[in-house]
């Protein structure tokens, strides 16, 4: 029986996973809502399958990630999230034959698939993603946020939470969840994490202030 580890902090995503996956035959689902839950699970689990959203999850970057892939060298484990950047997908499927990529807006059909295929043990990279990869390079254009981006995106790194930020500026949170989004594709980064090391690098904030 193979392990599946929903390694998501959305409900509305583990349920919708869950329901996919009782579709399956010989699969015992698991769920962790951070690293330390997910790592508990791994020690004692040889044959899983971790499907992850990156981009909410507490794993930094891809070296982390890889790391990861490398100690628990039996599992598969499945990127699902809603974007993710180029660089890090090239990198990810390079160095790891265990990584799978599927974006939350593949039909139903194709996450079937994806799931089928890390459960026999076999790499899946979802149709667009797969273009993604192979498309013709662009010249890189710096990116060019509003100063609204540049304010969320200082706050972001000062380690404010989306609800937090939307209080302080007296938005609703779908307002600053749209802008984080907008400025993690504009400056193509994946994570808090990501993003943060551009703030920093950018002196949108001061590394004494951000070590505080």
């Keep these: 029986m193979t392990t599946i580890i929903l390694a998501d902090n959305q409900d509305i995503t583990r349920a919708g ?3 996919v996956l009782q579709q399956f035959d010989d699969c015992n689902i698991l769920c962790a809502s951070d690293k330390s839950g997910m790592m508990e699970i791994l020690k004692v689990t040889r044959d899983a399958v971790v499907v992850m959203d990156y981009t909410l999850f507490d794993i930094n970057d891809a070296d982390e990630l890889l790391i990861l892939a490398d100690r628990f060298a039996t599992v598969r484990w499945v990127l699902f999230s809603e974007d993710l950047s180029l660089d890090f997908v090239k990198r990810v499927v390079a160095s790891s034959p265990q990584v ?3 974006l939350k807006e ?3 059909d194709e996450i079937r698939d ?3 295929q890390a459960i026999r043990g076999r790499r ?3 149709q667009r993603t797969a273009e993604m990869m192979f498309v013709a390079p662009q010249v890189e254009e710096k990116p060019i946020l509003t100063r609204t981006e540049l304010e969320v995106l200082k706050d972001i790194a000062l380690g404010m939470k989306t609800k937090e930020i939307a209080e302080k500026r007296f938005s609703s949170f779908h307002t600053i969840n749209t802008h ?3 400025i ?3 400056l193509n980064v994946n994570n808090v994490h990501e993003a943060t090391k551009y703030a920093l690098r950018a002196g949108l904030v001061d590394a ?3 070590y505080i």
């Design 180 to 182: 984080r989004k907008n």
């Design 100 to 102: 799978s990529v599927l």
């Design 106 to 108: 593949s039909p139903i």
């Design 208 to 210: 004494a202030e951000y």
């Design 17 to 19: 996973l869950q329901y």
């Design 124 to 126: 899946f990279i979802c």
């Design 114 to 116: 994806c799931l089928r």
């Design 184 to 186: 993690f594709r504009k």
